[in-house]
């Protein structure tokens, strides 16, 4: 089993920046990867960004650029570094961890809202 726990999302500006965190607890050496998803009102959850175990980072092409993966070993965290966000920007992110062996999980989400 593992439990995921984002936080940091909140009420931004346009053109500002927020850094969003996932952590991980549990069974936390069967992690494989964490991606990063986000669901605007009315929409489909779509993928945001990916980082493996190994480090290998990807991104979606509507935030490459302007969000950056990051993480902490000892802390069991993933960051999300938003910057030069945009209203479209706006949604509820959930962070997904992939276990190696095919399971996943999903956090509560963290909510995130950008003003023009």
């Known amino acids: 089993q593992v439990q995921l726990v984002e936080s940091g999302g909140g009420l931004v500006q346009a053109g500002g920046s927020l850094r969003l965190s996932c952590v991980a607890s549990?069974?936390?050496?069967?992690?494989?990867?964490i991606a990063w998803y986000r669901q605007a009102p009315g929409n489909e959850r779509e993928w945001v960004a990916r980082i493996t175990a190994g480090g290998l980072r990807t991104y979606s092409d509507s935030v490459k650029g302007r969000f950056t993966l990051s993480r902490d070993n000892a802390k069991n965290t993933v960051y999300l570094q938003m910057n030069s966000l945009i209203p479209e920007d706006t949604a509820v992110y959930y962070c997904r961890g992939f276990q190696s062996w095919g399971g996943d999980y999903w956090g509560q989400g963290t909510t995130v809202t950008v003003s023009s």
């Open positions: 549990g069974s936390t050496f069967s992690i494989a990867a």
